[in-house]
């Protein structure tokens, strides 16, 4: 019942959000945007995007090795675009991460450790994220200055929070409390699998530097998706911007983001192209990712949906 009414709540959010941009912008003026695509720039924008997800299970794959567990890279590639095709119907980007570590606990048979990557996974993503949009504010772009106290909470929140949780004597008292719960026994072996990480400084600068890579990928998508509907615009405010409106799409208030996304790039991009053209440059951005997560579609519906 309790997730029901959340998914509705979501799915409301998403419609609200989107019904309230068709109203306020000009429908014929997106329509317009939408004849004049460029097939072959759109093609790149989605195997850039497609690239970006290879090594996001790169990513995972580096992780899990160094848990001692080796799956093939083009199975957790699989999964990764299984769970993004359930994540298109799935409260944004945890119900990806809930789907990925489901498919692999099957694997493995070890939730813990498989939960954990995931979970270590995601927060390197975001760290990424915040270290990128931190960069983005010194350059003073009008559209970023309103948000730059929410960029540092959270900066302060994501990263601070991370390397707090890994300090020994911090995991000492988390692990008591921890047991004092209901299903705390659980959430400590998932968190003593995501603390064993602490003293694996290769794997998470490798893990850092591929969420990079990974973000860049989905820079180059969204920018290619403005080739393809004839927009030069400037890379580095493309860098910043993306990165903060991926950061709010990621956020569990909408079905698979939806809406947050738009509202991001009609926000960040509407004074520099047009509301109308920032709206179509959104979607089709989001349909780069959309036509890659059909593959999931195609694995689940052949039944071809293990690692």
Do not use: C
């Amino acid at each position: 019942m309790k997730k029901t009414l959340s998914y509705s709540i979501r799915f409301a959010v998403a419609a609200a959000l989107i019904g309230i941009l068709l109203y306020k912008l000009d429908l014929k003026q997106i329509a317009e945007n939408f004849i004049l695509l460029r097939p072959f720039p759109f093609l790149i924008a989605i195997a850039v995007n497609g690239f970006g997800i290879f090594l996001s299970a790169l990513r995972w794959k580096v992780f899990l090795r160094s848990q001692g567990e080796d799956p093939p890279i083009l199975g957790l590639f699989k999964v990764y675009l299984i769970s993004l095709f359930l994540g298109n119907i799935l409260p944004s980007g945890a119900g990806i991460d809930i789907m990925r570590g489901i498919y692999l606990s099957r694997h493995t048979g070890k939730k813990a450790h498989s939960f954990a990557s995931v979970i270590i996974d995601r927060i390197l993503g975001f760290i990424a994220i915040m270290i990128i949009a931190l960069l983005s504010l010194p350059f003073g772009f009008e559209e970023i200055r309103p948000f730059r106290k929410i960029v540092l909470l959270m900066a302060v929140v994501i990263i601070g929070g991370t390397f707090i949780s890994l300090i020994p004597a911090v995991h000492r008292v988390l692990t008591v409390l921890l047991l004092k719960i209901p299903l705390g026994e659980k959430f400590k072996k998932l968190y003593d699998a995501f603390y064993s990480y602490r003293d694996k400084r290769e794997t998470l600068i490798l893990g850092l530097v591929l969420s990079f890579m990974i973000q860049l990928s989905f820079v180059g998508a969204a920018y290619m998706s403005g080739v393809a509907l004839s927009l030069h615009l400037p890379v580095f405010k493309v860098i910043f911007y993306v990165t903060l409106i991926n950061l709010l799409a990621a956020i569990p208030l909408s079905v698979g983001g939806i809406g947050l996304r738009e509202s991001g790039f009609v926000l960040f991009f509407g004074d520099m192209i047009g509301r109308e053209t920032a709206f179509a440059l959104s979607v089709t951005y989001y349909l780069s990712g959309l036509i890659n997560s059909l593959i999931g579609a195609l694995f689940l519906m052949v039944g071809k949906d293990k690692i």
